[in-house]
């Protein structure tokens, strides 16, 4: 016996009244749960809501543990981010990167009314709400991988206010123009290939 559409569906509104928000997420799990219960159906000879409610019965608490643990906070989006930087093109950029704050006086365009920390945390403040809206207003989601991202750029975030905000030199240095600059090309970059990974595999969440 094969599951019909309205049983998927049932399924689905299932996992999003039990708080799995995140949709990729969520698509992981009803693909799962459908295939247990379609196995169930053929083997124990039961119909669709029979074998739905003697599977959750035995996994709904491991399933919904499952999602839970999504919700907590979580170092591997970060060492993931870590990984991408010393990966051999992104080293390559930071190569000619390095060097470009090495030849050219990159101070003489900041001015007291907006320097260096100022031009960081504009470009963390507007990734933010790029991310924000892109997600929450034009795919009208919420997808897990891409958006754990985020703390890596709230990692970032913090970076710059530990150190760039208790900087007061008239100039900054070149090693943490190259250190910032650096961390933020790289995460535009990281999330970039995040974005392109989701949107090869998102016809799988459609």
Do not use: C
């Amino acid at each position: 016996m094969n599951l019909t559409p309205e049983n998927i569906t049932f399924i689905d509104n299932y996992l999003k009244n039990s708080e799995v928000i995140y949709y990729d997420i969520r698509m992981e799990m009803l693909d799962h749960v459908a295939t247990a219960i379609e196995q169930k159906m053929n083997s124990e000879q039961l119909n669709f809501y029979d074998a739905f409610k003697d599977y959750m019965a035995v996994h709904k608490t491991a399933i919904l543990k499952n999602n839970k643990k999504r919700y907590d906070y979580s170092w591997e989006p970060i060492k993931q981010f870590l990984l991408f930087l010393v990966s051999p093109i992104i080293l390559v950029f930071g190569v000619f990167l390095f060097l470009f704050f090495n030849y050219f006086d990159i101070n003489r365009i900041f001015t007291p009314n907006f320097e260096f920390k100022e031009m960081v945390i504009s470009l963390i403040l507007f990734l933010f709400a790029f991310q924000f809206f892109y997600f929450r207003y034009y795919l009208k989601k919420r997808f897990y991988r891409v958006e754990k991202t985020g703390s890596t750029l709230a990692l970032i975030y913090w970076l710059q206010l530990l150190f760039l905000r208790y900087n007061e030199m008239e100039t900054i240095s070149k090693t943490t123009l190259f250190v910032f600059s650096y961390l933020l090309f790289g995460y535009v970059a990281y999330f970039i290939q995040e974005l392109v990974k989701f949107h090869k595999h998102r016809y799988n969440y459609i």
